[in-house]
Every structure is written in C-alpha cells, then in structure tokens.
C-alpha cells in the first residue's frame, strides 16, 4: 500500500477527541483534519486543569509525556471514543544555558482501535516565560509590557508561593484590570510585595501556541513516517549515537554519528549514519585538538 492509503485507511473521517481546553484546538484542528483526515473535536466541560496547571495551584503528576497521556487517557475514558489527541507544555531554565528561558510542547495521539500511540515534540527559547516581584502598578505595567502584554496575559499573586484561588487573578490581557487586580494583591499583601508571573495557558500565550503548533507538525511527521517493512506509522528515531570523528585527530566526538530508527510495531530497526550531513567533526568540537 501506499503511504497515502495506509494513513487514510487508519485515520480518515474519524473522531479524535481533544483532551483540551485553553484554545489549542486552533492551531491542531487544521494540522490533523488536513494531514490525516481525523476530524477533531473538543469536548464540552473537559477540564484539563485537574492534570495540573502552570499556577501552582493544581500540582502536575509525572512527567510531561505522562501528563499528556493522562489527559487523553481520561477524555477517551470519558468520551467512549478510540482516538484521542492531548498536548502538555513544560517551562523553565535552558537545559544547558541557565538564563535563558526554555519551552518544551508535546502532543500525544492515542489510537486503542489500532494500539497506536504516537509523540511530537518541540522546543524553543523564544518564550515570554517570566516573574517579577513589584511594590507598586508602574512597575507591575513595566514588567506587563516588557513580557508581551497585552498579547501575552498576566497573572498578579499576592506572593510567589500562593495557591489559594483567591490570591490569584490569572488571565489579565488590560491595563484596567491589571491595575485592579495589583492593587487588590497590594492590599492583601503582608510584605506591600506581589509577585507577577507570564499566564503560560496557550491561549494567553502566542508564543506558546507557534511552539504548540510545531510539535502538532512533528506529531504529524512521525506518524506519516511509516516502517519500511510493515507500513505501520510511527518509525521515528528512538536513539542516537554520538562518536563523528574529529577531522584532525579522528578521534570520537560528541557530535551524532548516526540516529537510529525503530518499529513499535515489528521491531525493524535502521541506523542512518551522519544523519547532519557531515561525515568528520570540525575540531571546535574535539576535546583533544580544541582543549
Ligand atoms: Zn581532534
Ligand atoms: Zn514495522
């Protein structure tokens, strides 16, 4: 069969439920009806907020992936459907450059008529992820603007480790309200201190929402990757091995030799060497020759 008739075979036409509720569905919907043909649909009442939230004040259990999968696990629970999409989002430092702040999307897709289950990712450091500690609203609106407000929303505390609902106002997008909910946090403050922090929710967040998108783009990749041997969908690369040769010394480097794809259906596996298109590390990256 044909790359095309397998997809269409498995996903054409069919309800995909999607486990969310902070207006992802704008940037996933059109990637899969027009890709796979699944037709998405967002359920009334579904609150992904009880798998955590960014706020602090529903703590996340487990990992991202398992986050995801818990998300769309509990919409297909509910739903009485077979495929269901979820997306989970993590933020925090640059893994490797500490000030830098750092976006992680992935989106998940659960298949049960087909025992399907496969991953997107993206990341980024362009992100309006952000907190300051302020004393009065000429400051908070400083911090509002320098963070993307308007387009990006606010959320005011009345201190950075509150979790109560009512001593957090989330989603300001004017500076009206901005200005009624610092000076509500100013009041109820011990310290005459609030703590503000970038509304991570996607759709407070464009720049979430672009990095949402790209994962569903990277999902849509690794399913329309099908294994050469048994066209299933989902042959993507499951390890890396590090070792191109420096050009001077050839001696290993970091840098990848080869990527290694896998079947989670048959098992087939490949290896694609020199997957970056070089076949000797320049010696920058040699600990040898660049010490
Ligand atoms: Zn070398
Ligand atoms: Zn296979």
């Known amino acids: 069969m044909e790359q095309e008739e397998v997809l269409q075979s498995l996903f054409k036409n069919r309800t995909g439920i999607l486990a969310t509720m902070h207006k992802k569905e704008e940037v996933i919907s059109p990637i899969l009806e027009k890709e796979l043909g699944i037709k998405t649909v967002v359920p009334k009442g579904f609150n992904s907020d009880k798998y955590g939230t960014f706020t602090g004040d529903v703590d996340r259990i487990g990992g991202q992936f398992e986050a995801a999968r818990r998300k769309a696990e509990g919409a297909l629970a509910l739903y009485n459907e077979s495929l269901a999409i979820a997306s989970e989002g993590t933020f925090g430092p640059h893994p490797h450059i500490p000030f830098i702040p750092f976006n992680r999307e992935v989106v998940l897709l659960i298949d049960k008529e087909n025992d399907i289950e496969i991953s997107g990712m993206a990341a980024t450091t362009e992100t309006d992820f952000k907190h300051k500690r302020v004393k009065n609203f000429t400051d908070a609106y400083e911090f509002a603007l320098s963070a993307g407000f308007p387009e990006t929303g606010i959320v005011v505390k009345?201190?950075?480790?509150?979790?109560?609902?009512?001593?957090?106002?989330?989603?300001?997008?004017?500076?009206?309200?901005?200005?009624?909910?610092?000076?509500?946090?100013?009041?109820?403050?011990?310290?005459?201190?609030?703590?503000?922090?970038?509304?991570?929710?996607?759709?407070?967040?464009?720049?979430?929402?672009?990095?949402?998108?790209?994962?569903?783009?990277?999902?849509?990749?690794?399913?329309?990757?099908?294994?050469?041997?048994?066209?299933?969908?989902?042959?993507?690369?499951?390890?890396?091995?590090?070792?191109?040769?420096?050009?001077?010394?050839?001696?290993?480097?970091?840098?990848?030799?080869?990527?290694?794809?896998?079947?989670?259906?048959?098992?087939?596996?490949?290896?694609?060497?020199?997957?970056?298109?070089?076949?000797?590390?320049?010696?920058?990256?040699?600990?040898?020759?660049n010490p």
């Not at 191109?244 to 989670?264: F, V």
């Open 158 to 289: 009345v201190s950075e480790h509150s979790k109560d609902p009512n001593e957090m106002i989330k989603g300001i997008t004017t500076k009206e309200n901005l200005e009624k909910a610092v000076l509500y946090a100013l009041e109820e403050s011990a310290d005459n201190e609030i703590f503000l922090e970038t509304d991570m929710r996607a759709l407070y967040n464009p720049k979430r929402m672009k990095n949402i998108e790209a994962a569903t783009r990277d999902l849509v990749k690794n399913i329309t990757s099908l294994c050469p041997s048994c066209q299933w969908p989902g042959f993507k690369i499951t390890d890396r091995t590090k070792g191109l040769p420096c050009k001077w010394c050839k001696k290993p480097t970091q840098l990848t030799l080869s990527y290694h794809y896998n079947c989670s259906k048959c098992g087939y596996s490949e290896e694609e060497k020199y997957p970056e298109g070089i076949k000797e590390a320049d010696p920058g990256n040699c600990q040898y020759c």
